[in-house]
C-alpha cells in the first residue's frame, strides 16, 4: 500500500503533532485512534510513553500491517467496536484524515463522546478549506476529491464540536514529512501542473529526500464539556 510505504515518516510527524498538545493531555492517557491504516499514530503514541493506545481500521490490509508491527488494533469500524467492547472508556479519541471521509460526521463525533471519560477529549485533523492555499487554488484545491464527502473551515469545525458538545482548547497547522517521490506521485494523481516532468527530471536519490511541509491541514483538540 502506497500509504504505508512512508510509515517512518508519519510515525514522525505524528510525533511531533503530539509535542503540540501534550500538556493538554492527561499524564498517561488512554487513547483510541480511529482509522488507524499501519499504525503510525499509535507508534508514535507509545514513542512519547503512552503504553494505553489502540486503534481502530476497517481495510484489512492496512489491520493486518498494523498487527505485524505489534499494534493493539479491532478491524471494523466504531460501531462494531463499541458492540464488542461497549464499556470501555477512553481519555482521547482521534480522527486522523478520517472525518472529511464520512457522510455523517456529526452522527460518528455523538458515537465517540459515548466512550469518553469525564473530561475527555477528541483530537480531530481535517483538510482545512478556509486556508489561503484552498482561496488560491479555488476548485482545482488538492482535497476536493471524491472520497472526501464533507468540507471543513477552522470556524465549522469548531461549531460541528460545539453542536456535539466540546470546547475547542487547541488548533494548530498539521506539518507533516513525507518522500519528495512520494509527493510527485501525489501531484501526479491529482494532474498537477508539470508534475510528470519534475519526476522525469528528479534525481533516484532526491526523490528518498523526506520533506517537510504544509499542505492545509489543521489539527484540532475538543475537550467535553
Given at each position: 500500500?502506497?500509504?504505508?510505504?512512508?510509515?517512518?515518516?508519519r510515525v514522525k510527524s505524528?510525533?511531533?503533532?503530539?509535542?503540540?498538545?501534550?500538556k493538554k493531555l492527561p499524564q498517561k492517557p488512554s487513547i483510541l485512534d480511529v482509522g488507524s491504516a499501519g499504525g503510525a499514530f499509535i507508534e508514535a503514541a507509545k514513542m512519547h510513553g503512552f503504553d494505553n493506545v489502540e486503534g481502530i481500521e476497517p481495510s484489512k490490509k492496512l489491520y493486518e500491517k498494523s498487527i505485524s508491527r505489534n499494534h493493539k488494533i479491532f478491524n471494523g469500524d466504531l460501531?462494531?467496536?463499541?458492540?464488542?467492547?461497549?464499556?470501555?472508556k477512553f481519555d482521547l479519541v482521534c480522527y486522523w484524515d478520517v472525518i472529511?471521509?464520512?457522510?455523517y460526521p456529526k452522527k460518528e463525533l455523538e458515537i465517540s463522546k459515548k466512550i469518553l471519560n469525564k473530561n475527555g477529549l477528541l483530537l480531530i485533523?481535517?483538510?482545512?478549506?478556509?486556508?489561503?492555499?484552498?482561496?488560491l487554488f479555488g476548485k482545482n484545491f488538492w482535497w476536493i476529491i471524491s472520497v472526501h464527502l464533507v468540507h471543513f473551515t477552522?470556524?465549522?469545525?469548531?461549531s460541528l464540536l460545539e453542536k456535539v458538545g466540546f470546547d475547542t482548547v487547541h488548533m494548530s497547522r498539521y506539518w507533516q514529512y513525507l518522500e519528495l517521490g512520494y509527493l510527485i506521485e501525489m501531484a501526479i494523481r491529482l494532474n498537477f501542473i508539470g508534475a510528470r516532468f519534475l519526476n522525469k527530471l528528479t534525481p533516484k536519490?532526491?526523490?528518498?529526500?523526506?520533506?517537510?511541509?504544509?499542505?492545509?491541514q489543521t489539527t484540532v483538540l475538543g475537550k467535553l464539556k
Open positions: 500500500d502506497g500509504h504505508d510505504t512512508q510509515y517512518d515518516l505524528f510525533y511531533n503533532a503530539l509535542l503540540k498538545i501534550k460501531k462494531e467496536f463499541i458492540k464488542i467492547n461497549g464499556t470501555k472529511e471521509h464520512l457522510a485533523n481535517f483538510p482545512d478549506i478556509g486556508t489561503f492555499q484552498a482561496k477552522k470556524g465549522t469545525m469548531k536519490f532526491l526523490k528518498k529526500l523526506p520533506l517537510p511541509y504544509y499542505a492545509s
